[in-house]
């Protein structure tokens, strides 16, 4: 008799395939929105084939939905705010917003000042950021509902894209001009992979070492010590070398910075996979045999021009980012405390810009997300952050206290944010489809998998119940 497979296995090709759409179509940005637009139909048309597929067995561990209910109030969290951005509001009522004075007189001019406006100046980029919330809603909830092991295929995939990402970098370089660039608008010169910018791209190959790191150990490594599996470990230091060199030469200064993070969270998924007794020698070791590879390595390449222009760009000569944020600030005051609208960014800061700094380029970004954040959604905005940064806390404390895998997946996602707050200080990575989808990965993945708790609770007791039989006899 043939037994059909479970839904659940099906399902995990549903989760990949949106994952590499969107870490492959996803890196353009808003400059490149046709990726983005093809990313969010298909991640549609996903979705629908995720709910569609039946359930092919009775067991909780074939779930289409997370069991944990606090998934489910992050997507309708994170979804909420800028549809309430989108309702009409009656003339009096969007006339008294902040920064309305200008939007009031010119619609007086033509009559239109007595017709019902939302609060977004611009509905039509609010309504482009709410649609962009689609495919890493749609990769959490799918993540969330995923067994254990088809989870770590998931953070498999993420290693596998991430190097393919760096290799297909490399291979940039080598060409000439803007060949193998999968996006018009682009950093030439530099790595970008699969990502139209430098900076998204170093943000991958970080993500990309944290997930080698977690996929390392296996489901045996309770029974072979890791040391002893000499093929895997060599696979692993050749990779996560190929990964960290790719990310030096993406020019990224902030990622660049942000390797000793993804160093100490590879440690942290490592380290009770490793020997109590050879660790302090197996980590002297190692600290010296990175120390001699890194100053080798800058004896052979010091005469290299492409590592000189890595060097040349942490010079701040010429920052704009604090004028940048200068202008912010007053845009933000302008807007305070209801802010200007989901993918308001460009207008809002137009208007507020200082004739000093003006100059042919666009200020697309704020190039820190945090005050970009405040400019668009105001108070609003910060009390939905710290709702759902408290939701995630509280995921990630009850994962906390499990082992294994679990524990892996636990520091992957804790690196994962890590990464892409700190890069908010000086960047928008959560404004690129690719990251935000990781994001919304990591978040999938600090739920408690179908099924979990109650197979442990019957591992439990039956051990229980052998140790009594021991007992007794």
Same mark, same amino acid.
């Given at each position: 008799?043939?037994?059909?497979?479970?839904?659940?296995?099906?399902?995990? &090709?549903?989760?990949?395939?949106?994952?590499?759409?969107?870490?492959?179509?996803?890196?353009? *940005?808003?400059?490149? $929105?046709?990726?983005?637009?093809?990313?969010?139909?298909?991640?549609?048309?996903?979705?629908?084939?995720?709910?569609?597929?039946?359930?092919?067995?009775?067991?909780?561990?074939?779930?289409?939905?997370?069991?944990?209910?606090?998934?489910?109030?992050?997507?309708?969290?994170?979804?909420?705010?800028?549809?309430?951005?989108?309702?009409?509001?009656? $003339?009096?009522?969007?006339?008294?917003?902040?920064?309305?004075?200008?939007?009031?007189?010119?619609?007086?001019?033509?009559?239109?000042?007595?017709?019902?406006?939302?609060?977004?100046?611009?509905?039509?980029?609010?309504?482009?950021?709410?649609?962009?919330?689609?495919?890493?809603?749609?990769?959490?909830?799918?993540?969330?509902?995923?067994?254990?092991?088809?989870?770590?295929?998931?953070?498999?995939?993420?290693?596998?894209?991430?190097?393919?990402?760096?290799?297909?970098?490399?291979? =940039?370089?080598?060409?000439?001009?803007?060949?193998?660039?999968?996006?018009?608008?682009?950093?030439?010169?530099?790595?970008?992979? &699969?990502?139209?910018?430098?900076?998204? /791209?170093?943000?991958?190959?970080?993500?990309?070492?944290?997930?080698?790191?977690?996929?390392?150990?296996?489901?045996?490594?309770?029974?072979? $010590?890791?040391?002893?599996?000499?093929?895997?470990?060599?696979?692993?230091?050749?990779?996560?070398?190929?990964?960290?060199?790719?990310?030096?030469?993406?020019?990224?200064?902030?990622?660049?910075?942000?390797? $000793?993070?993804?160093?100490?969270?590879?440690?942290?998924?490592?380290?009770?996979?490793?020997?109590?007794?050879?660790?302090?020698?197996?980590?002297?070791?190692?600290?010296?045999?990175?120390?001699?590879?890194?100053?080798?390595?800058?004896?052979?390449?010091?005469?290299?021009?492409?590592?000189?222009?890595?060097?040349?760009?942490?010079?701040?000569? *010429?920052?704009?980012?604090?004028?940048?944020?200068?202008?912010?600030?007053?845009?933000?005051?302008?807007?305070?405390?209801?802010?200007?609208?989901?993918?308001?960014?460009?207008?809002?800061?137009?208007?507020?810009?200082?004739?000093?700094?003006?100059?042919?380029?666009?200020?697309?970004?704020?190039?820190?997300?945090?005050?970009?954040?405040?400019?668009?959604?105001?108070?609003?905005?910060?009390?939905?952050?710290?709702?759902?940064?408290?939701?995630?806390?509280?995921?990630?404390?009850?994962?906390?206290?499990?082992?294994?895998?679990?524990?892996?997946?636990?520091?992957?996602?804790?690196?994962?944010?890590?990464?892409?707050?700190?890069?908010?200080?000086?960047?928008?990575?959560?404004?690129?489809?690719?990251?935000?989808?990781?994001?919304?990965?990591?978040?999938?993945?600090?739920?408690?998998?179908?099924? &979990?708790?109650?197979?442990?609770?019957? /591992?439990?007791?039956?051990?229980? =119940?052998?140790?009594?039989?021991?007992?007794?006899?």
């Amino acid at each position: 008799m043939r037994v059909s497979k479970p839904s659940s296995n099906r399902r995990i &090709f549903v989760a990949l395939a949106l994952l590499i759409a969107a870490m492959t179509l996803g890196g353009g *940005g808003t400059p490149n $929105p046709a990726f983005e637009i093809a990313l969010q139909l298909l991640a549609a048309i996903l979705a629908c084939i995720w709910i569609w597929l039946p359930s092919a067995t009775s067991r909780k561990a074939d779930a289409k939905f997370p069991v944990d209910p606090r998934l489910l109030l992050i997507a309708a969290g994170a979804i909420l705010l800028p549809a309430l951005q989108l309702v009409p509001l009656p $003339p009096p009522l969007w006339q008294a917003l902040p920064g309305r004075e200008t939007e009031s007189i010119a619609l007086e001019l033509v009559g239109g000042a007595q017709g019902w406006q939302p609060l977004s100046l611009a509905p039509s980029r609010s309504w482009a950021a709410l649609l962009s919330f689609g495919p890493p809603l749609f990769l959490m909830l799918m993540a969330g509902a995923l067994p254990l092991s088809s989870r770590t295929r998931i953070v498999a995939c993420i290693a596998l894209i991430a190097l393919a990402s760096a290799i297909w970098g490399a291979m =940039q370089l080598a060409a000439s001009g803007d060949a193998l660039r999968l996006y018009p608008q682009t950093h030439s010169g530099w790595i970008t992979g &699969f990502q139209a910018n430098r900076n998204a /791209q170093a943000d991958v190959l970080l993500i990309g070492m944290v997930a080698l790191a977690a996929i390392l150990p296996g489901n045996d490594a309770t029974r072979v $010590p890791l040391w002893q599996r000499k093929e895997r470990l060599v696979l692993f230091l050749g990779t996560n070398a190929l990964l960290l060199f790719a990310v030096i030469m993406t020019g990224s200064r902030m990622g660049i910075a942000l390797v $000793p993070v993804a160093l100490l969270a590879q440690l942290a998924i490592l380290y009770p996979s490793l020997p109590r007794w050879r660790w302090n020698r197996g980590l002297a070791f190692a600290a010296t045999a990175g120390l001699a590879a890194f100053i080798g390595s800058a004896l052979i390449l010091q005469g290299n021009a492409a590592l000189r222009a890595v060097i040349a760009r942490f010079s701040l000569q *010429g920052e704009f980012r604090p004028e940048l944020w200068a202008d912010t600030h007053f845009a933000i005051a302008q807007y305070w405390p209801g802010g200007s609208g989901m993918g308001t960014f460009v207008p809002a800061i137009l208007a507020a810009e200082r004739l000093e700094v003006v100059d042919p380029t666009m200020p697309n970004r704020a190039h820190n997300d945090y005050l970009e954040l405040l400019l668009e959604t105001g108070i609003p905005g910060i009390v939905m952050l710290l709702a759902i940064a408290g939701l995630l806390a509280a995921l990630a404390v009850k994962a906390w206290r499990s082992e294994g895998a679990m524990r892996a997946h636990l520091v992957f996602s804790l690196a994962c944010f890590l990464i892409l707050a700190l890069h908010s200080i000086v960047d928008y990575p959560l404004r690129c489809m690719s990251l935000a989808c990781l994001a919304g990965i990591a978040a999938g993945l600090l739920a408690r998998p179908p099924g &979990f708790e109650r197979r442990h609770s019957d /591992q439990y007791r039956t051990q229980g =119940q052998s140790g009594m039989m021991e007992c007794s006899t």
